[in-house]
């Protein structure tokens, strides 16, 4: 038997062959792990010796999912089929082998790890590893006998739940339903699953009524399967619009399931086929692996970034407060500081506030909650105590002159190698940075509220921003959990601009006399959260009005704040702040607020524009096309000129649709020439903010796209 693979550790002992497979960081299935497992096997089961297998996985994962980057570029569904077929046969050997194989879960078991596990004939885990098939959240399906498999398991129910949500269970659950047959503390994991083993030899265990495809028990009839599925349908109608993969699924569920488990996997790896070969699962692949990569810059390649343990955070409001929150949450110290000890005071009732969901759901409890204030808390009105601060981040009132006071304040007080960083969403952080002695030290770190939710972090350089600044906060943005953005200053940064250039287009709309709740009713069913409007009165109607004169103001003619606008900004209906907005929020539903009905009336009338019906298709693609044609903008001014971030940014700060890629993913499918065709028709129509950029107009010319070819 070879015990000299890459990727698989093999030791032998008592009849017993174990296989750990290392193949880092996550132990994925990657393709010459698949035909490593497959010599291993072959060789056990012909190795007298050998009685029965354990296969285990090392550090924290057992096997956290098939290579991605391996299927994603294959665009022969032949090639794939193929792939598939072999895949099924390695499990399918296991499964109906000759000998006992018992799966030590010591860690994380997804996708196709949890296909593997399911091919062996009994499965002890380690207590809180998480199980699951999340292949839909990628737009794939289970494509190694997942959805045949799983349902035989834990019965068609909970496997619909798994499958179709992608959400794993831990291994206490996974006991319950019987997916895991034994849970084992950590350190004794591999005895127990020995033992087990040796249960087979010992007669406790029966080889071929433990593999599962003999288990039939928990399927349902014909008559109940019929019923689940027609509801389950309904359920992800509702909840999975524009996805194709919890179909598929149901799809499999439905067409499978029978006494003959060959025909159902043939079956599973078409459907699979049909789903990685779709748009969808492209652009929710992208995501990911774009995801994976973000803050791998060149720039920083090679660059140590400093450690960060003590941050400083200047200000306790809305944004300060999740900030700390965060901090604490993710093992860091903090020190917040704020102006006097009513500010303190304020900003530590906001803190306990941002903690209300941990504990109403029992994920920290009230003592936790105060032995993790004293561990990792300080409160200070002295700006003094933050000088062993490795990062300062500064959320304070929106106003240069006091944030240029603190920042030269703390020059004196800080180490010379602390970050200095703000969070600031409007002003100009080479400006601000420029009274200081180093402006290489400071950088823009924006937090999207809430900040200890929201995954999106903005990291914005200034002109003299230096590399080690830059790689220390990609690092701390990492060390968070956020998804760091890297991009240059300018105004808006890139997704407030971006945000106001596609939810801003409708106000041209509007004033064309198309009906503000049908750009609502298309942007939303574009997969957008919410609607301009609906936007609008939750961020508030004056702070986007201020928002557009600064854009105004720094960027020209092309972003002069519309004239509707300034007539609904004129109303002091702000939003949901003040009651009303576009929508009035006074009795127990929103309904459309008569006062801004008006103006938008009065506007139209003044104008002598007639009331215009516009196709929802035709909606979304004005706002799509201004926000193509911003990005361009941002792309020649240098804010940022990596697709890949600039969509990330979408998806992730505004909510922009994953299963759409993001703009300019829909801008390489779309065509840049129509998209310009279109600008022009726009320019002609509604004036300069249409006026197609000159990278844009190049693109058409030429038939480029945003992304490489083949991206």
């Known amino acids: 038997m070879r015990t000299d693979f890459r990727s698989i550790r093999v030791e032998t002992a008592d009849g017993i062959a174990v296989f750990r497979i290392h193949n880092p960081p996550v132990n994925q299935l990657s393709e010459h792990v698949v035909r490593e497992l497959a010599d291993a096997f072959a060789g056990a089961f012909r190795e007298a010796a050998v009685q029965a297998v354990v296969l285990t996985g090392s550090g924290k994962n057992f096997v956290a999912g098939a290579d991605i980057t391996q299927i994603k570029d294959i665009r022969s569904r032949e090639a794939l089929l193929a792939l598939l077929h072999e895949n099924n046969r390695v499990l399918n050997a296991i499964e109906t082998g000759p000998k006992p194989v018992v799966a030590a879960i010591n860690g994380a078991c997804l996708g196709g790890g949890l296909e593997l596990a399911m091919a062996c004939h009994y499965r002890v885990a380690a207590p809180g590893v998480d199980l699951g098939q999340p292949e839909v959240q990628l737009g794939l399906i289970p494509g190694a006998g997942g959805t045949q498999r799983l349902p035989r398991l834990i019965g068609l129910p909970n496997a619909l739940d798994m499958i179709t949500t992608g959400k794993p269970i831990r291994s206490e659950k996974a006991l319950e339903r019987r997916l895991v047959d034994e849970i084992a503390p950590t350190e004794t994991l591999l005895q127990a699953a020995i033992r087990a083993a040796k249960g087979f030899l010992e007669g406790r265990h029966h080889l071929a009524l433990r593999a599962t495809r003999a288990r039939h028990e928990r399927l349902p009839s014909a008559a109940e399967k019929k019923a689940l599925l027609d509801f389950a349908r309904l359920m992800t109608a509702a909840k999975a619009k524009g996805y194709i993969a919890p179909f598929k699924a149901l799809d499999a569920f439905e067409r499978g399931l029978h006494f003959d488990i060959e025909p159902d996997l043939a079956m599973e790896a078409e459907l699979f086929a049909d789903c990685l070969f779709s748009n969808v699962a492209r652009n929710l692949i992208g995501i990911f692996l774009h995801t994976r990569a973000a803050g791998r810059l060149p ?314 019906q516009m196709p929802p298709r035709e909606i979304v693609d004005v706002l799509l096309a201004a926000a193509v044609n911003e990005a361009a903008y941002m792309m020649e001014e240098g804010i940022c000129d990596r697709p890949q971030d600039m969509d990330l940014a979408m998806v992730y700060g505004t909510g922009f649709p994953p299963y759409r890629g993001g703009i300019l993913r829909c801008a390489d499918r779309w065509g840049a020439r129509p998209i310009h065709e279109l600008l022009l028709e726009l320019e002609k129509r509604y004036g300069p903010r249409f006026t197609p950029a000159r990278r844009l107009a190049e693109m058409a010319r030429e038939g480029r796209t945003f992304y490489p070819e083949g991206a």
């Open 299 to 612: 720039r920083i390649e090679g660059i140590p970034p400093a450690p960060v343990r003590t941050v400083g955070v200047l200000g306790g409001g809305v944004m300060g407060s999740g900030i700390v929150h965060l901090l604490v949450n993710e093992g860091l110290n903090a020190v917040l500081w704020d102006i006097d000890d009513a500010a303190v005071a304020r900003g530590m009732a906001g803190l306990r506030a941002t903690f209300d969901y941990h504990l109403k759901n029992k994920k920290i409890t009230p003592e936790g909650l105060e032995a993790l204030f004293r561990e990792r808390l300080t409160c200070t009105t002295d700006l003094a105590r933050l000088k062993e601060a490795d990062l300062v981040i500064e959320a304070v009132v929106e106003d240069m002159a006091v944030k240029q006071k603190l920042w030269k304040e703390l020059e004196g007080i800080c180490r010379p190698e602390a970050v200095f960083a703000t969070n600031t969403s409007a002003l100009p952080i080479t400006e601000m940075a420029s009274v200081l002695g180093d402006p290489g030290r400071m950088i823009g770190l924006h937090f999207f509220n809430p900040a200890h939710r929201m995954q999106l972090l903005e990291v914005i350089c200034a002109r003299k921003t230096s590399d080690a600044t830059l790689a220390t906060s990609v690092a701390f943005a990492r060390a968070v959990r956020k998804i760091p953005i890297v991009v240059n200053d300018g105004p808006g940064f890139y997704v407030s601009r971006q945000l106001s250039a596609f939810m801003g287009a409708s106000v041209f709309l509007m004033a064309d006399g198309v009906d503000p709740a049908a750009i609502e009713s298309a942007v939303v069913d574009f997969g957008m959260p919410m609607g301009p409007a609906a936007l609008s009165d939750l961020t508030g109607i004056d702070i986007n009005y201020r928002v557009n004169k600064t854009f105004e103001m720094r960027l020209g003619p092309r972003w002069k704040v519309h004239p509707l606008t300034e007539a609904i900004y004129r109303t002091g209906c702000y939003g949901r702040k003040t009651g009303a907005g576009y929508m009035d929020y006074s009795g127990p539903q929103p309904v459309p607020n008569p006062k801004v009905a008006a103006v938008i009336q009065d506007y139209l009338k003044q104008h002598g524009v007639a009331p215009r």
